[in-house]
């Protein structure tokens, strides 16, 4: 059993800035794939970025240029730095992680062995 614990999520103005950061109880998780999703009312959830255990990234269009996604290995810890945030962006942003992978890291849902508890981000026009 992992638990990834998310935090930073707040209601903040269009144009303003969230770090979001998960903490993850599996020491050697970061030998492993982590990702953020996120899931608005009423629509799927939708990967937002992942990052494979030498730190390559890859970004969903819509948030490329305005999120960055990063990790702390020694700290167990994954972050996500959300930039020139929009209405759009408003969800519930969760963390998860694949023990399975720990390169080309997927980018379906599915793929995701253990998540978190979600952490809220409502951004106001």
């Known amino acids: 059993q992992v638990q990834l614990v998310e935090s930073g999520g707040d209601s903040v103005p269009a144009g303003g800035s969230l770090r979001l950061s998960c903490v993850a109880s599996?020491?050697?998780?970061?030998?492993?794939?982590m990702a953020w999703f996120r899931q608005a009312p009423g629509k799927e959830r939708e990967v937002v970025a992942t990052i494979s255990s030498d730190s390559r990234v890859d970004y969903t269009e819509t948030v490329k240029g305005r999120f960055t996604i990063s990790r702390d290995n020694a700290k167990n810890t994954m972050y996500l730095e959300m930039n020139s945030l929009r209405a759009e962006d408003t969800a519930m942003y969760y963390c998860a992680i694949d023990l399975h992978r720990n390169h080309a890291c997927y980018s379906g849902a599915s793929q995701y062995d253990f998540w978190g508890q979600g952490t809220q981000v409502t951004v106001s026009s």
């Open positions: 599996l020491y050697t998780s970061g030998s492993r794939c």
